[in-house]
T-cell receptor
Framework: TQLLEQSPQFLSIQEGENLTVYCNSS?????LQWYRQEPGEGPVLLVT?????EVKKLKRLTFQFGDARKDSSLHITAAQPGDTGLYLC???????????FGTGTRLTVIP | DAGVTQSPTHLIKTRGQHVTLRCSPI?????VSWYQQVLGQGPQFIFQ???????GRGNFPDRFSARQFPNYSSELNVNALLLGDSALYLC????????????FGPGTRLTVL
């Protein structure tokens, strides 16, 4: 059973469109990370959010941590083909030694 | 600085064989974690080692084992391979136990025939 559920599972959009990926759980996390993974490579950390309600921006990417620290969203503005990849959210619980990964969202941006 | 390195990059084995995967963490990092990523899914936690001791274990059978060496590198061993063990095995390093920031290597793609 996955602690974190992501939606949508697959997303195919045209270049220039906006999109939002959701990461939901019934568990509370001390922090939440977003990673992007390309085929044949390991996940690359994009951002860590630690405070309920926190919003972080990374160029065209906006990350939000839910007030209750149970959910998060990733919004991409004006998507580009280089944004194509598998987006993974991962939660960390206080005292835990591991990350709990979401189910992943595979994004394809068509030129 | 070099990131996390893993070897080999690809491996093909047959059912019943055993396999050893290797990982070198980022210099100065003392914690190494192993994850299994089946195609189309998110990574699942297998082990964490810190200062050469096992500090966490995921829901994997005893066929999976690991160890960490004095230089903080690590090995993951899987015995009696099953078809379902085919996956990308990821190693992640972090500076200390319990850190929420983990840096991943490129992974080892294991195929069991």
């Amino acid at each position: 059973t996955q602690l974190l559920e992501q939606s949508p599972q697959f997303l195919s959009i045209q270049e220039g469109e906006n999109l939002t990926v959701y990461c939901n759980s019934s568990s509370v996390f001390s922090s939440l990370q977003w990673y992007r993974q390309e085929p044949g490579e390991g996940p690359v950390l994009l951002v860590t959010v630690v405070t309920g309600g926190e919003v972080k921006k990374l160029k065209r990417l906006t990350f939000q941590f839910g007030d209750a620290r149970k959910d998060s969203s990733l919004h991409i503005t004006a998507a580009q083909p280089g944004d194509t990849g598998l987006y993974l959210c991962a939660g960390h619980k206080t005292g835990a030694n591991n990350l709990f990964f979401g189910t992943g969202t595979r994004l394809t941006v068509i030129p | 600085d070099a990131g996390v390195t893993q070897s080999p990059t690809h491996l093909i084995k047959t059912r019943g064989q055993h396999v050893t995967l290797r990982c070198s963490p980022i210099s100065g990092h003392k914690s190494v974690s192993w994850y299994q990523q089946v195609l189309g899914q998110g990574p699942q936690f297998i082990f964490q080692y810190y200062e050469k001791e096992e500090r966490g274990r995921g829901n994997f059978p005893d066929r999976f084992s690991a160890r960490q060496f004095p230089n903080y590198s690590s090995e993951l061993n899987v015995n009696a391979l099953l078809l379902g063990d085919s996956a990308l095995y990821l190693c992640a390093s972090s500076p200390w136990q319990g850190s929420d920031t983990q840096y991943f290597g490129p992974g080892t793609r294991l195929t069991v025939l």
